[in-house]
């Protein structure tokens, strides 16, 4: 019975690590993404409110997404503010500086390329949260934090967008390997810059009643209206911020706390911004690792016109 028993384990691991290194041939293979062979331009839109998009990788880059027959893709984040400019910080009593977030998620998704996949709930998708607990260091997770609400709290989070391909209210979260919108290698094109190649694609936003609707346009002209991180849509203060403000207590009181005492101020100067940041997925395709490329900053849009 013993030597059975032995006999029986036996075969069953090689049964396994037959399986094993029949699915997976028992090499992985990587797709090699280096920090400089991705670059985004961002250029405001002339006549239209909204931001034209140059995404540039080099020459190597477009290789090895041949060799491994990738399809990149495009995954967009933001962060309400109320300044202007991604070097300024959230709001004018905070220590957070939007360009924290860049770091934050080099850290917390590239990780010195033991990278991370963007994953969502079915309610809500944020993708990083920064804080400070003493007033002095900024910390960063991927999940919400504990909050000590006996102190004014510093927080900021980066969200994703969710996303509908018309003009209604059902909008849905895109992960990977898909993410916001594909990118076929077909569609680049040689940059003026030798050694380069790009694709462009389009961020557009307007006013309309109670609300700001923005629209991805993508390389092939696909329009996305895209929804915040809730699954709901951004309003604007066209008459006041009443909604905007009753929507920020509604989804996080306690991460949106410096913004929503911000836009409460009884001076009425100040405006409510989404900054907007944007980063090349690797996407699907022969090869076992995740990649992302730094996160790149598009601008901001106002949440207002007046």
């Known amino acids: ?18 399986f094993l290194l029949f699915n997976s041939c028992g090499i992985p293979t990587y797709l090699l993404l280096n920090d ?50 991604k070097d300024s910080k959230q709001v004018i009593d905070s220590i957070i500086a ?3 977030v860049e770091s934050s998620f080099d850290s917390l998704y590239k990780n010195n390329d033991n990278l991370n996949v963007f994953s969502f709930s079915p309610s809500k998708a944020p993708a990083l949260y920064l804080y ?7 910390s960063s997770s991927k999940s919400i934090f504990t909050y000590d609400t006996d102190k004014a709290i510093d927080a900021l989070v980066l969200g994703t967008f969710s996303s509908r391909s018309d003009n209604n209210n059902d909008f849905i979260f895109e992960g ?26 389009e ?31 951004f309003f604007n203060s066209l008459t ?11 989804h996080d009181s306690l991460t949106y706390e410096k913004i929503i ?26 090869f076992n690792n995740i990649v992302w490329s730094d996160l790149l900053y598009v601008g901001e849009i106002p949440l207002s016109n007046l």
């Open 203 to 233: 961020i557009e936003y307007e006013y309309s009643g109670d609300y700001t609707i923005i629209r991805l346009i993508t390389d092939d002209d696909q329009e996305i209206y895209l929804g915040d991180y809730q699954k709901e849509r």
């Open 36 to 85: 400089n062979d991705v670059d985004l331009t961002s250029e405001a839109k002339v006549g239209t409110d909204g931001y034209n998009l140059t995404l540039q990788i080099t020459d190597d880059a477009y290789a090895e997404f041949g060799d491994k027959n990738t399809t990149p893709s495009i995954k967009l984040f933001y962060a309400y503010s109320t300044s202007i400019g």
């Open 132 to 138: 400070s607990k003493d007033s002095t260091t900024i």
């Open 98 to 100: 939007l360009s924290e």
């Open 176 to 201: 990977a390997p898909e993410m916001d919108f594909q990118v076929e290698l077909s569609h680049f094109v040689d940059s003026a810059t030798s050694g380069l190649k790009e694709i462009s694609f």
């Open 261 to 286: 005492e911000a836009l409460e101020t009884s001076s009425g100067n100040t405006k409510p911004y989404l900054h907007i940041w944007a980063a090349l997925f690797g996407g699907d395709g022969d």
């Open 1 to 18: 019975m013993k030597r059975r028993y032995r006999l029986g384990i036996i075969v069953l691991l090689l049964t396994i690590t037959s």
């Open 240 to 250: 006041n911020l009443d909604n905007i403000i009753e929507q920020l207590n509604q």
